[in-house]
């Protein structure tokens, strides 16, 4: 690899405007996490007993996939810096499959915890991991739109090595998406 | 004034402001009202009066936003309106639905005026700012989808841009979210569910909207910063206030029936809300920050600054304030609501239809970029004015709410409602002067419309 097509980058990488969007995401899961903190203390025992009930195992495989499709993401950002459009498009793709089968895992793991008859209602604990892994839940779906219009428009060979600021920008979201289901998971599933 | 259709905006500002003065008149007999139970009774009973005080200040915003969108939509797409004539029909229309309903209240028992408008067929009436009557509603309605229909066409065939699409997608937020004004169901909790749809998907979802376009509008015209800059700090800043204040609207859902997770939810999303009021404010300094004229309108500047610092403070600052559902727990329905109300309406939808006023009457009137300096300085006095009077009536009413909270619902031996209201008088004599002077402020501003003198040259 050249150094040649890395002119001088801007930081932060990606248009300016998600930026703004991922700092205020963040600051509403930071929100969500720390009433989590709060509700918690108020009520150790609670929380602890209806961690159990959860499914760690999907919820490490969620994490395994999230961070892999980050790291494709990565992979496509680098192959449009240079200038490979069809294999951005192709890393892209692959990122995209990835959220899917994080979207399936996780449908699944809420229609067993429905069946159970569990709701928002239960209690805190579930009310807390309904809500914050939902809004989660659309935050990959939302992820997973950018990334597709990413991807159709690199196909075209919309991005060069020289303008790829909307490859940025996609990558920049999906990061996002992945660093809160990081400090999501251990928090919610884990930590006791 | 670019387009000739403009024009048709004039009529709407006009009785904006006539309608305002009503309003605040009203506001000052209602506010004597607290202290003194029985001034102008039976005349004018109080329920009557606050219900002709709250009505009049939306129906009045409703005409300052469809003159303002009247006026941008034709500059912004670079085409004439579609159709003016139905524009200025459907003015005379919403200008009689609505005096007669004000005359409505004022003349008869508000049953009777049930009574006789038929709200028995679809029962509509007697919900806290849904009085109207149901004729009148859809009167509401109708102006409201002919409006959308002449703007939107006007859109269709001309430039699209960002200001204009959030204009239009906050005004048929504004008309869709009216219909569930229609639906009364029989169960209390689920009324009050979808009476917020109106009223908070309203103040705190899409008039943000509107207020965000008109804002950007005049600072675009004002500073003269490129577009791209000022429709990009738009987009984030609707952005933040649909992710705030749609869930947000579970602020509302604390105590009235509904589950226990509102709380949560509400909390939580409604303590963003100030973030898009702060964002406002971070951008209009910027902008004028980095203008590329001055501009001879000084008086309109003024209130386009003002603006986004009045609506954080009252909106953000003072709606954060209560809303939390433990600090709601206490301050639900108190003088503290009343403050936050007084505050943000007049910060956030006063302000902004003043300010696209300030700026575009001086041009529907021929002038070529602002009103004299005369007049201009009478109506920054009439800035000063209101404004500072409404921060100390927010100010003593806050007071009022801070007290009543502890005399009512805090104390080990907590008072009645009525004993409290004694204890608190003197805030609202306190409230009632500074209403007083907010009224003269708003003579001062109707004042400097008649005020002539040598016009601002306009700049390049």
Request: proline fraction near 3%.
């Amino acid at each position: 690899m050249t150094q040649s097509h890395t002119k001088i980058s801007q930081y932060p990488p990606g248009d300016f405007a998600i930026w703004i969007f991922i700092y205020a995401e963040l600051l509403v899961f930071g929100i969500f996490f720390l009433s989590y903190a709060f509700a918690r203390s108020q009520n150790v025992e609670l929380f602890n007993e209806s961690q159990l009930n959860l499914n760690r195992i999907s919820g490490a495989i969620n994490t395994l996939i999230l961070i892999t499709s980050s790291y494709f993401v990565v992979r496509a950002v680098a192959a449009i810096r240079e200038n490979k459009s069809l294999l951005c498009a192709r890393w892209l793709l692959a990122a995209i499959v990835l959220a899917g089968a994080f979207i399936g895992i996780k449908l699944f793991e809420f229609i067993s915890i429905y069946s159970e008859g569990i709701s928002l209602s239960t209690n805190t604990f579930y009310m807390f991991y309904l809500s914050m892994t939902f809004f989660h839940f659309m935050h990959v779906i939302m992820g997973m739109v950018i990334l597709i219009a990413v991807m159709l428009k690199a196909k075209q060979g919309g991005y060069s090595n020289e303008d790829h600021t909307g490859v940025e920008t996609g990558a920049s979201y999906w990061h996002m998406v992945d660093l809160v289901w990081i400090i999501l998971f251990p928090l919610v599933y884990v930590m006791r | 004034m670019q387009y000739q259709s403009q024009a048709v905006a004039k009529p709407y500002f006009i009785a904006a402001i006539g309608l305002f003065v009503g309003q605040i008149v009203f506001g000052a007999i209602l506010g004597l009202q607290y202290v003194m139970g029985d001034f102008l009774f039976p005349e004018i009973p109080f329920n009557v009066a606050r219900m002709v005080h709250t009505n009049l200040l939306i129906v009045w915003l409703l005409f300052g936003f469809m003159g303002a969108a009247y006026y941008m939509v034709p500059e912004e797409t670079e085409t004439e309106l579609y159709s003016p004539k139905l524009a200025l029909i459907l003015f005379w229309v919403f200008l009689a639905a609505g005096v007669l309903t004000i005359i409505g209240y004022l003349a008869v028992p508000y049953a009777t005026l049930a009574q006789i408008t038929g709200n028995d067929l679809l029962p509509t009436m007697g919900r806290e700012f849904l009085e109207q009557p149901t004729i009148t509603k859809i009167g509401i309605v109708i102006v409201a989808l002919g409006m959308l229909f002449n703007i939107s066409m006007t859109v269709l065939k001309g430039r699209k841009t960002a200001i204009i699409m959030v204009l239009l997608l906050g005004l048929w937020g504004l008309a869709i979210f009216f219909l569930f004004s229609f639906y009364n169901p029989e169960n209390l909790v689920l009324d009050k569910i979808f009476w917020w749809w109106v009223v908070h998907l309203w103040v705190e979802g899409v008039w943000e909207l509107i207020l965000g376009s008109i804002l950007a509008f005049v600072l675009i015209k004002m500073t003269g910063v490129d577009r791209e800059i000022i429709e990009k700090w738009l987009y984030v800043i609707i952005a933040m206030a649909l992710i705030s204040g749609i869930i947000g609207t579970g602020h509302h859902y604390f105590w009235i029936g509904t589950p226990e997770y509102w709380q949560w939810w509400g909390s939580i999303f409604s303590a963003i809300e100030p973030i898009p009021f702060f964002m406002m404010v971070i951008f209009a300094f910027n902008m004028v920050n980095k203008r590329k004229r001055d501009h001879p309108n000084k008086a309109a500047m003024l209130w386009a600054m003002g603006t986004p610092v009045m609506a954080f403070l009252g909106a953000g600052v003072w709606g954060f304030m209560h809303t939390l559902a433990p600090v709601n727990y206490y301050t639900h329905g108190t003088q503290i609501t009343a403050a936050h109300g007084h505050m943000a309406f007049y910060g956030a939808y006063v302000m902004i239809v003043l300010a696209i006023i300030s700026y575009a009457m001086p041009l529907l009137r021929g002038r070529a970029a602002g009103n004299s300096k005369k007049a201009q300085i009478v109506e920054m006095w009439s800035f000063w004015l209101m404004t500072v009077s409404m921060v100390f009536i927010t100010l003593f009413l806050t007071g009022a709410g801070i007290l009543q909270v502890w005399l009512q619902r805090i104390n080990e031996n907590p008072m009645g409602f009525m004993e409290v209201q004694d204890k608190i008088a003197i805030f609202y004599w306190m409230r009632e002067v500074a209403g007083v002077i907010f009224l003269i402020g708003l003579i001062v501003y109707v004042t400097s419309f008649f005020i002539g003198g040598d016009e601002e040259e306009a700049s390049s």
